[in-house]
């Protein structure tokens, strides 16, 4: 509408003047969408929307007559307007919000204009002409069941239910001047808001329902101010060099839309609650301001135990009377999908007037002792506001045990492995202490004594702890360590005793040599001594049995057999074994037999047999 054609028919406050724009709404709480409004263009008021920065400006309707008025359904999916279409009546109108579906309210014929929706979506209070004066009306969202609440006021204009929906604010004749006034929606409780001189309009709740915006000519100008629900505190919030008209509170609370005269056009101007920070965002709006609500959901926390199905509830943050579809999918977090839960993604529908939905994750089982994980849940639509939340699957597994087990080294090496394992593997980094003592092993003269703190990064079974080994001269048998496992953090302890045994490399070799000797006389026996050696001395003494074997030589015969177990001192490297041989009157040139070593004791064998020969003395010993 043209401001020419509002500023008259706002002085003109009569019957006649039934299209005055003060339509007036109630900002529901949720998420700041569009803003719609009516612009004079053609020769006739149409509907547009914008965002709430003057872009992306679309024009809702394109009838004969006039289309005005309009105000969000709360579910912010369609508009109920008032239309002159009809040419020698004024009625109210649905549609979607692409201006699609228009359906006829009221009519044809009458005057009712003005509507505003009941919070929940399921009425629309509207103004409707009785006579010479005027009248509140509500009606179901379909247009049936039309009811009058009030009396027939000389005039009344802008009726706005509040977000709770206990009461509806209007502006309505007292004496010469409009007023703000409240009404329960059933028409009782009657209380005037303002009472100060100068027409008092428009009013429009905030979300929270505490407080109103209202346009005001107290002082001469049409300006804008705010009070409390109850009329208190009443307070100036613009203060101009022209008029500023119809405010209109953003969803989420924080800012006030309104019209400012702008030569032949309005302009719309945002500012925050208290009037501070006033911005154009747009110089081709024209009258009316209305904010679209997104509605805004919830998602409640919930945990689970794996293996079992997390419920997710969805929550609408204020019930509507149309039904209200979402879109519900597990996304992202810690969790795995397909290995800790399985990827969901459904549609679910608010039924009307119901706040909750919900959803069923299913949560698979594992072995694996891990952290609590998180599933993350995201919900989207159309005509919501997109929210998360997460899931968090509790574990059950147990941790895992932890052991260490035996091992054998070399002390020719620079270190034992000491190898630690875990029974199954976890997604929790597992710590435990190995610690080196006991044993017959010296710690410092075998090896290092060692104290380790060992991490096992997640989901590895298995890790090698070092203890360096001291390698000495000293021929000396095998030596043994223990690891002891302590201190376990997310496991247990299983075996936790282990044997580290050092094998030897110092010991000897133990060989015997050959000798000759010749025979004398027939009944003479004559010694051969055989000597038994080491390849280096030792700390411990060597033992080690040795026997005579037949070869051309016999026992008994030509030689005394023998067996027995010979030793080495400590730090010596030989010993003898003397042998008795004789003549057997044979002439024979020469004769041998062995002497086998066997089970040595701190030595290995690397000669184990020595041989004796016999050389004959037949021809050059005598009798």
């Keep these: 509408m043209s401001l020419l054609r509002y500023a008259t028919a706002l002085v003109v406050v009569t019957a006649a003047a039934l299209v005055v724009p003060g339509v007036a709404d109630a900002t529901l709480p949720g998420a700041n969408g569009r803003i719609a409004f009516s612009v004079f263009s053609g020769g006739s008021d149409e509907i547009f929307s914008m965002n709430p920065d003057g ?15 309009p105000d969000w359904s709360p579910s912010g999916a369609r508009f109920v307007f008032t239309s002159t279409r009809d040419v020698t009546s004024t009625n109210l109108f649905t549609m979607n919000a692409d201006g699609s579906n228009q359906v006829r309210l009221t009519g044809p014929g009458g005057a009712n204009l003005e509507p505003s929706w009941s919070p929940d979506g399921s009425k629309i209070v509207y103004v409707t002409a009785v006579g010479t004066g005027r009248a509140l009306m509500t009606m179901n969202a379909d247009g049936s069941n039309k009811s009058q609440i009030s009396g027939v006021f000389p005039f009344a204009s802008a009726p706005a239910w509040s977000p709770n929906g206990t009461s509806i604010a209007f502006a309505m004749l007292s004496g010469t001047n409009l007023d703000v006034y409240r009404i329960n929606p059933n028409g009782t409780g009657l209380t005037r808001l ?7 309009d428009s009013p429009t709740w905030s979300p929270d329902g505490t407080k109103l915006a209202f346009t005001t000519l107290r002082e001469g100008q049409s300006k804008i101010y705010s009070m409390n629900a109850d009329g208190s505190a009443q307070t100036r919030l613009t203060n101009n060099s022209v008029p500023d008209y119809r405010p209109a509170w953003s969803p989420d609370g924080k800012k006030i839309a309104f019209n400012r005269a702008g030569g032949s056009v309005w302009d719309m101007y945002v500012m925050n609650t208290d009037g501070s920070a006033q911005t154009k965002v747009s110089d081709t709006a024209g009258t009316g301001a209305a904010w679209q609500s997104i509605p805004t959901v919830s998602v409640t926390g919930v945990s689970a135990v794996e293996g079992t199905s997390a419920t ?3 929550q609408l943050a204020r019930p509507l009377a149309e039904p209200l579809t979402v879109t519900i999918a597990t996304n992202g977090g810690s969790a795995t999908s397909g290995a800790d839960y399985q990827a969901t993604s459904v549609t679910r529908t608010f039924a009307p007037q119901s706040t909750t939905v919900t959803v069923p994750i299913p949560l698979l089982e594992d072995t694996i002792d891990e ?3 998180t599933i993350g849940i995201s919900v989207s639509g159309a005509l919501i506001a997109p929210a998360s939340g997460s899931v968090t699957i509790v574990d059950n597994d147990p941790p895992p045990a932890v052991s260490v087990t035996d091992n054998t080294a ?3 090496l620079s270190s034992a492995s000491v190898i630690l394992k875990l029974v199954r593997p976890s997604s929790r980094p ?9 044993g017959t092993a010296t710690p410092g003269t075998d090896y290092q004594p060692t104290q380790v703190s060992w991490t096992f990064p997640p989901l590895t079974t298995s890790a090698v702890v070092f203890v360096p080994l001291v390698n000495d001269s000293a021929a000396e048998p095998d030596e043994t360590f223990g690891v002891t496992l302590s201190d376990p953090v997310n496991a247990t302890i299983g075996d936790g005793s282990g044997t580290i045994t050092i ?7 133990i060989s015997i040599g050959n000798v000759t000797v010749t025979e004398v006389s027939p009944g003479v026996f004559e010694t051969a001594t055989v000597f038994v050696g080491l390849s280096h001395p030792t700390n411990q003494p060597v033992t080690v049995d040795y026997a005579t074997a037949d070869d051309t030589a016999t026992g008994g015969v030509d030689y005394v057999r023998s067996r027995g177990r010979l030793t080495i001192p400590a730090g010596q490297t030989s010993t003898s074994i003397p042998l008795q041989v004789t003549s057997d009157g044979d002439a024979i040139t020469s004769e041998r037999f062995f002497v086998n070593l066997s089970d040595a004791v701190g030595a290995t064998l690397s000669g184990p047999q020595g041989r004796v020969t016999i050389v004959d ?5 005598t009798a």
């Excluded at 992306?56 to 289309?67: A, H, K, M, P």
């Excluded at 597992?430 to 006991?438: C, L, M, N, R, S």
């Excluded at 094998?503 to 070799?509: E, G, N, R």
């Design 55 to 69: 872009s992306d400006e679309r024009q809702i309707t394109n009838t004969t007559g006039d289309n005005f008025d």
């Design 194 to 200: 303002t009472t100060a001189a100068g027409n008092d």
């Design 312 to 314: 997710v509830t969805v």
């Design 371 to 373: 952290q609590n994980e």
């Design 410 to 412: 070399s002390e020719v």
């Design 430 to 438: 597992v710590t435990v202490t190995a610690t080196t003592g006991g």
């Design 503 to 509: 094998t030897d490399d110092d010991t000897p070799s």
């Design 617 to 621: 003395c037949t021809t050059t010993c």
